[in-house]
Nanobody, 115 residues
Framework: QVQLVESGGGLVQPGGSLRLSCVAS????????MGWYRQAPGKQRELVAD???????NYAGSVKGRFTISRDNAKNTVYLQMNSLKPEDTAVYYC?????????WGQGTQGTVSS
């Protein structure tokens, strides 16, 4: 059973940066689509960014130009570099793995942007 473990959340001031990491167990990482989602209080979970096994990326309009998703297949790890953070980026960030009909979620990591 594949498990995802996120890290890197925390408290940062507006304009600051955070880098999230997600490590996957198992051997299917390199052929899976990896993504980051977020859920703010009182809102639905939304896609932030994802990257397929070929390196093709997809970003939410609200984060384009500020966030960058990347992956290291040798380390079974996907990253989310978040720059120029805004208070509205405050949310629990979830790592997601998709392959075929299988979707796996991490436990989430809190990112808070506040002065």
């Amino acid at each position: 059973q594949v498990q995802l473990v996120e890290s890197g959340g925390g408290l940062v001031q507006p304009g600051g940066s955070l880098r999230l990491s997600c490590v996957a167990s198992g051997s299917i990482f390199r052929i899976a689509t990896m993504g980051w989602y977020r859920q703010a209080p009182g809102k639905q979970r939304e896609l932030v960014a994802d990257m397929d096994s070929r390196g093709n990326t997809n970003y939410a309009g609200s984060v384009k130009g500020r966030f960058t998703i990347s992956r290291d297949n040798a380390k079974n790890t996907v990253y989310l570099q978040m720059n120029s953070l805004k208070p509205e980026d405050t949310a629990v960030y979830y790592c997601n793995l998709r392959i075929g009909d299988t979707t796996i979620w991490g436990q989430g990591t809190q990112g808070t942007v506040s002065s």
